[in-house]
């Protein structure tokens, strides 16, 4: 497969890189469709592997960021949007008071206090 790691590497089946096509030429190849339909089954799967930026396709499995971020994201509008940071609240603070009545009436109730 041409598309893995991501990485696209061209291939015809006998040569690599990205003259393939003039390698085939320099060693008295014409136009053979064995080979060059090979070339260009593997453009297209490698086309066919990436998310269109025109949202015309969609992800098939999570996305790792490697340690990026996603910048210029508009605020969600509805609950399956993701949410951008100044849309989530950061903290909340409570008094003693406010955690004091917090206290769970039975050993079955838990509350997670932030802050």
Known sequence: MP????????????????DVWEDDEA????????????????LAQGINAC?????????TANLPMGGKKITGMADGSASSDAATVGQV????????????????PDSSTYYNIIG
Request: hydrophobic share 35%.
């Open 3 to 18: 598309w893995g790691g991501g990485v696209f590497t061209r291939s015809n089946g006998t040569y690599s890189g990205a």
């Open 27 to 42: 060693n008295g190849f014409d136009i053979v469709s064995s080979r060059h339909d090979t070339h260009d089954q593997d």
């Open 51 to 59: 998310l269109n930026r025109a949202g015309q396709n969609a992800m």
């Open 89 to 104: 609240p950061v903290e909340v603070a409570l008094t003693q008071a406010a955690y004091d009545a917090l206290s769970p």
